[in-house]
């Protein structure tokens, strides 16, 4: 562990001191306002402060307009939360929306504009026709991938196919990543999914896009997660150790893969990657556990080989023999939460609550799924099949 | 005038070194990408930077969900402007997403995250069918509002009754703003609106939502708007001499005018002017243009005194008497561009295009419309009816 504490962004240190997340599934009885209240009070008291602390408020989100017909999301949560006169935002960068508000918000305590602000993801996508989620979601595509009918199941099932082709990767690796994850989410009192599943259930439930079957692709979800940032020197080293954000990194790529040079990698992943561990001054190997961006299995095998934990074409082997599952030291543990897969994908809310859970676990308060001795987590999300990637590394 | 040069926001100087708008308007045979290519490759000219300069790109957009079925913003225009691998975000606050957009990318420079930004505001309404459109501008709304079938136009209309209730203020009051704005956009080579009106004209136009009629609201426009910002001394001190923010303060209010304390002042506009002057280290006084948020005439009486150009009540009679207009020293000059009344009002565009006239003012390089001596100019954006205000200073 090479990891130096006193690493920050430039400028000024940002600490997390506050982190709470609701339980993601279908929230049937619960309002988009229900969901933020329950995390950003959660997050306050958790940082022990109020919301008159509160300088701006950052919301990722994405189908708010197309599904709900409202936007504004900044000055309507802000008003709801009590942040009388604090300033608000949305922040949209399709499934990466909660993670770009958060790159928002760490700029702006930077900058020092403000000195304490929230960060919300909040997503509510089980209120509406299934078939109309799956177009406002290909709102995040290319204007040719959406003329020509394609969807996310299928882009991604593109990507699967040219990495079996090329890397040998077999229908059993991709169905292994479901296996871990859903292993990790049975452990995580706030997934979606409670009971860990077989491979022989990946390989026989229903055909979605060729080769991914149903248990390959992350779920519709209701959900929210939120983060108290501070600047303040006091508050955060009020009462628990706070938590620093150590690297905050965008990438972008083509919306559509007919753009890009290789099927077999999500350029943006591996950019961001890089100038989050130069930032860090650390290497892939400091990082004790991740939290990747696994909407379909194929793209937690594309992220481990981008972010660097293995070279390309390796992560599937290592992922048949079990590694990257909680307890299986030396590797690194991925997404502990359960991931999109296990835990849930309720959009705008995955950024942030992938953050919440790396800040629970270097806290040491992960219960039945600590990482044991965690110092250093990375969370990557990505918007589309990739045209958006973000890292943020975090560092107790 | 005791502008101070060297005051800045905390920590590192933020220039504009780039700025360009489209012409707004009817835009029937321009896509949104093409708008956005205009602006954005006329603002790195004006800088003269090249795409692999850009760090990163803050989209100002309201309506791309809800009425194009397109998000993912950033990275849609990141890769159209050929800015690859930049960072890349679509921020939203209904009509003042554009400054929004500008805030976040002043914060994202002062960090030291990015050395230069471009900042796009862009909109396409006239695609849409006008009650689509009515419809999607509610978003903005509250709940309460949107279910009781409020317009904009209806509820602005009740801030003006309110207004002539308490304070006298009279039908011709409210058409004087029209006239003076339609006024500053024949002079303006970008507008929409070419021709000056007369009171008569705007009194005998349609009736919208009375005492509002169409001469009183602000068109339904297309149009993008761009700015290139930047820290870096070398690229700041090159040609033109830039212009530099010195203050970008955003606060917020309820959505919804039953929920606020008082109908005759719209709170978040007086606390972001404060914040703002206190930052800048001003007074109203120093500043020699304002290009604030007309998008009825009342809001312009409001947005005066708010601002504190001139006490409650005393905004109609110094309008009246031909205030604020170009020439008519020694009043500051309000809405040279023509403001969102006569210039247009592509809702993601408008913040923008506001800090372009200023910025094109400041330069003393906007010809006919020019504002003699313009040393300190200060941008007002409002989205919904005052639930986000937005004020930026720029000086020379």
């Known amino acids: 562990m090479t990891t130096n504490s006193e690493i920050s962004l430039p400028g000024m240190k940002v600490s997390i001191i506050g982190a709470s997340t609701t339980t993601f599934g279908e929230l049937w009885d619960v309002s988009p306002r229900a969901l933020a209240r329950e995390v ?68 702006a305590i930077i900058s020092g504009q403000y000195e304490t602000v929230a960060v919300l ?9 299934p078939e109309d989620v799956a177009t406002a979601l ?34 059993e690796d991709l169905a292994a990543v479901a296996v871990k994850n859903h292993f990790h989410a049975s452990l995580n009192p706030h997934s979606q999914f409670k009971k860990p599943i077989t491979m022989e ?10 080769p991914l ?31 620093s954000i150590i690297a905050s990194c965008v990438s972008t790529d083509s919306l559509g893969l007919a753009q890009r040079d290789s099927l077999t990698e ?10 989050a561990y130069k930032i860090a001054a650390l290497s892939v190997k400091d990082i004790d556990l991740i939290e990747l961006h696994d909407c379909f299995t194929i793209a937690e095998l594309l992220a481990l080989e981008d972010l660097g934990v293995t070279k390309k074409g390796d992560a599937a082997g290592l992922l048949r023999r079990g590694a990257f599952t909680l307890g299986r030291a ?22 942030v609550k992938q953050v919440v859970e790396i800040v629970e676990q270097l806290r040491g308060a992960a219960g039945a799924r600590q990482v044991s001795g965690a110092r250093v987590g990375l969370a990557h999300n990505v918007g589309g099949t990739g045209a958006t990637a973000v890292v943020h590394i975090l560092a107790r």
């Open 40 to 107: 950003v009070i959660g997050a306050m008291k958790d940082a022990g402060i109020m919301p008159q602390d509160i300088g701006a408020l950052f919301v990722g989100n994405m189908l708010s307009g197309m599904l709900g017909s409202q936007e504004h999301l900044g000055a309507f949560f802000a008003e709801e939360l009590g942040f009388h006169g604090a300033a608000a935002f949305k922040i949209e960068g399709a499934c990466a929306s909660g993670s770009l508000a958060l790159h928002n918000a760490v700029n």
């Open 121 to 129: 993801g909040v997503e509510k996508m089980t209120d509406h026709r």
């Open 138 to 171: 290909m709102g995040a595509g290319s204007s040719q991938e959406r003329a020509a009918g394609c969807t996310f199941p299928g882009l991604y099932a593109i990507l699967a196919r040219v990495h079996m082709q090329e890397y040998g990767t077999t229908r």
């Open 201 to 210: 259930a990946v390989l026989r439930s229903h055909a979605v896009a060729d």
């Open 213 to 243: 079957t149903l248990l390959d692709c992350s779920p519709i979800s209701d959900g929210a997660a939120a983060l108290v940032l501070t600047s303040d020197k006091r508050q955060a080293t009020r009462d628990k150790k706070p938590i």
């Open 266 to 275: 999500l350029k943006a992943t591996k950019d961001a990657a890089t100038r």
């Open 330 to 351: 030396p590797h690194v543990v991925v997404n502990p939460s359960g991931g999109l897969k296990g835990c849930g994908h309720p959009i705008g809310a995955t950024g």
